[in-house]
Nanobody, 120 residues
Framework: QVQLVESGGGLVQAGGSLRLACTASGRTFSNVKMGWFRQAPGKEREIVADISWNGATTNYVDSVKGRFTISRDNSKNMVSLQMNSLKPEDTAVYYC?????????????WGQGTQVTVSS
């Protein structure tokens, strides 16, 4: 059974930091990109960042550029999201996700999500 499990969410004051981790089990994801998404109440889910299979390429939504850093450790089947200078508008449930294969366009595997709340 393939599972993605997020951890590291919580409550933090504006300007603070959190580090989210996503650990995969059931198969290796070392040959596919992985992504972090978030969904705030009343808003659509958006992709926050993604990272190529080898970590060489990363992409970020404009609103988090310069504040968030995505990384991965394929030896541990893990992807992380370091979030600095957090803002109240970063409040959301954060999900990690992965496609089925290296040529898949859709993200098919999803974690259960971890809540991030940033107070002003």
């Amino acid at each position: 059974q393939v599972q993605l499990v997020e951890s590291g969410g919580g409550l933090v004051q504006a300007g603070g930091s959190l580090r989210l981790a996503c650990t995969a089990s059931g198969r290796t994801f070392s040959n596919v990109k992985m992504g972090w998404f978030r969904q705030a109440p009343g808003k659509e889910r958006e992709i926050v960042a993604d990272i190529s299979w080898n970590g060489a390429t990363t992409n970020y939504v404009d609103s988090v550029k310069g504040r968030f850093t995505i990384s991965r450790d394929n030896s541990k089947n893990m992807v992380s999201l370091q979030m600095n200078s957090l803002k109240p508008e970063d409040t959301a449930v954060y999900y990690c996700a992965a496609p089925r294969g290296p040529f898949s366009r859709e993200y098919e595997y999803w974690g259960q999500g971890t809540q991030v709340t940033v107070s002003s």
